[in-house]
């Protein structure tokens, strides 16, 4: 198959071109990776993300053994989601409404800044295997709409990435306890994505009330170090995305320690 989509392309482009032609394989973008099949959205990589595992785990609804077991069994041939539920370790249901967010919650640091795609893998699939596919328009368009709704909360994305601290001589009070709890861990070191993975929640559910938190002036991005070149203005999503194989083994090694 060739494909109709060129380097010059941003990422969302390259999807639309890749869904039309009902492609399958990989798509390496500036901040995230794409794993379709068929035209449709099978999983979606971040490093702003927490691992789909680690929220499992942590979250309560499978064990640290049942899913390195079944990585070890059938993370080669593409069907760990398969494997979780065959074993009964897991419901078809429960994975595939943990499976979705964390989609969509990588999906929106993929194409928050929708900078060019680098590389398409043909055929290329994710450990994880097919759960639930999703049109590649239904990606971008939630994409755009979690966007346009943290923009309205608070205007400064860096609140996504960066660490974060709180604000000097903010005393908070009367905060829900979703937010209470967000605050509490917030240290000056931890970013929305560690915070979210400590409390096992949706990394967009936790940057909801980060940026609320913002805006109500108890929490700040953390000083950072200044960069080397100072004429180069700050990325707010970090470096730019591995290559598929590299992200995969750096991100297994990630969670196991987490774990």
Do not use: K, N
């Not at 990589?45 to 789909?52: F, G, I, M, Q, Y």
């Not at 041939?77 to 065959?86: A, N, P, S, W």
């Amino acid at each position: 198959m060739t494909t109709t989509w060129t380097a010059h392309d941003t990422t969302s482009a390259a999807l639309g071109a890749l869904a039309a032609e009902g492609a399958t394989g990989a798509l390496t973008g500036e901040r995230g990776v794409f794993y379709l099949t068929a035209g449709r959205v099978a999983h979606v990589e971040s490093a702003h993300t927490p691992d789909l595992g680690v929220l499992l785990v942590r979250g309560g609804a499978l064990t640290e053994d049942g899913w390195w077991e079944a990585i070890d069994r059938d993370g080669a041939r593409h069907r760990v989601g398969r494997r979780l539920v065959d074993d009964g370790r897991l419901a078809a249901g429960a994975l595939e409404l943990c499976h979705l967010g964390a989609l969509f919650d990588a999906a929106y640091f993929a194409l928050a800044h929708d900078g060019r795609a680098h590389r398409f893998r043909p055929g290329a699939g994710h450990w994880l295997g097919v759960v639930r596919p999703v049109p590649v328009d239904t990606v971008v368009r939630e994409s755009r709409r979690r966007r346009d709704l943290l923009h309205a909360i608070w205007p400064d994305p860096l609140v996504d990435v960066a660490p974060l601290a709180r604000a000097a001589g903010a005393e908070p009070a009367g905060l829900p306890p979703r937010r209470g709890r967000v605050l509490a861990l917030v240290d000056g070191v931890r970013t929305a994505a560690a915070i979210a993975e400590t409390l096992a929640c949706r990394t967009y559910h936790t940057l909801v009330e980060l940026r609320r938190l913002a805006a109500d002036g108890l929490v700040t991005t953390a000083p950072r170090v200044p960069a080397q070149d100072t004429r180069a203005a700050p990325d707010p999503y970090g470096a730019a995305w591995d290559d598929p194989d590299a992200a995969l083994l750096r991100r297994l090694r990630d969670a196991l320690e987490a774990l």
